[in-house]
């Protein structure tokens, strides 16, 4: 062979391996926590399992990252050192705001494909509306939580009820208007609301109905809001058209396998992912102003 061909040949063959080696990248899936070790466990699996789907994609392994809060999982997603963002559908949609992420698919977390926020009181308290909270106390579960403050805080906004933060349980009653308080967590939020610290409570519904036991019969729920998914998946901003098909494929069809399922049930109980129905999307687009102007500051 010509020794000029033998060279030029050589060359295409360490350029073609060096095309695949730059190809060839790990996959980064995300959330934000304040535990960060206990969330790198419980996703890792997850991350791996997904970017073995990947393969065909160029994809090598999978690594999870853990942000701080919304704006740094933003940053993280615009830079792409996030692929895949997993997190409650509010908080997810001011982090598109700030990162332009796009929401791609629903997680039916503990079985759970959607639910309703409620605001409660105790039914001996004669609280039966919102109009009944003026000078009272709601009890939120922290800022970041969409069934335990985001979504129920828009829904009594809609009806124009004035909120006004307290720095606790036992601060003195506002004049007008309502009160409001983080518990830290939906047991306090009902511990609050039945040893009357509080007059009212916001969570889930299906936590409600879980958590307060017997308790639940005592209980009064005087606002129930749409539903909204209990979780969503969203990918980076540069993600390309094919890799972004080829990860909702691989979301949708984990349950399919028993591999899949293995690592869904060990995904913090994880049913399985599907596509986000047309009518949710909408809704969720309609949240999108107010829950940028809420929280998107955080």
């Not at 124009?160 to 004049?175: D, M």
């Not at 540069?238 to 494929?249: D, I, M």
């Amino acid at each position: 062979m010509n020794i000029k061909y033998l060279f030029l040949l050589t060359g295409l063959c360490v350029s073609l391996l060096f095309s695949h080696a730059a190809a060839a990248r790990m996959l980064v899936v995300g959330t934000i926590s304040d535990e960060p070790v206990k969330e790198t466990r419980t996703f890792l699996p997850f991350a791996e399992h997904l970017a073995a789907q990947l393969a065909g994609q160029g994809i090598t392994s999978g690594e999870v990252r853990i942000a701080r809060d919304i704006g740094h999982m933003a940053a993280l997603l615009r830079a792409g050192e996030v692929d895949i963002y997993v997190d409650s559908p509010l908080v997810s949609l001011a982090v598109s705001a700030k990162g332009g992420s796009r929401l791609v698919a629903r997680r039916w977390k503990k079985g759970v494909a959607q639910y309703h926020s409620v605001l409660f009181a105790r039914r001996d308290s004669g609280i039966r509306s919102l109009q009944d909270l003026k000078g009272r106390v709601v009890a939120f579960e922290e800022a970041f939580s969409s069934s335990g403050y985001i979504l129920p805080r828009l829904a009594i906004s809609e009806r124009a009820v004035p909120l006004a933060a307290l720095p606790g349980p036992r601060a003195a009653r506002p004049q007008s208007g309502t009160g409001y308080v983080f518990s830290g967590d939906d047991e306090n939020t009902i511990e609050w609301v039945l040893r009357g610290l509080v007059d009212a409570g916001a969570m889930s519904l299906y936590s409600l109905k879980k958590r307060a036991g017997d308790d639940f019969e005592d209980l009064e729920i005087i606002l129930k809001t749409d539903a909204i998914p209990r979780h969503v998946v969203s990918l980076s901003p540069g993600t390309s058209a094919t890799l972004a098909e080829a990860v909702q494929a691989a979301l949708t069809g984990m349950d399919q396998s028993e591999a899949g399922r293995v690592v869904l049930q060990g995904f913090e109980r994880t049913t399985k992912f599907d596509v986000i129905p047309e009518h949710t999307r909408e809704m969720l687009e309609h949240f999108q102003g107010p829950v940028t102007e809420l929280i998107g500051s955080q």
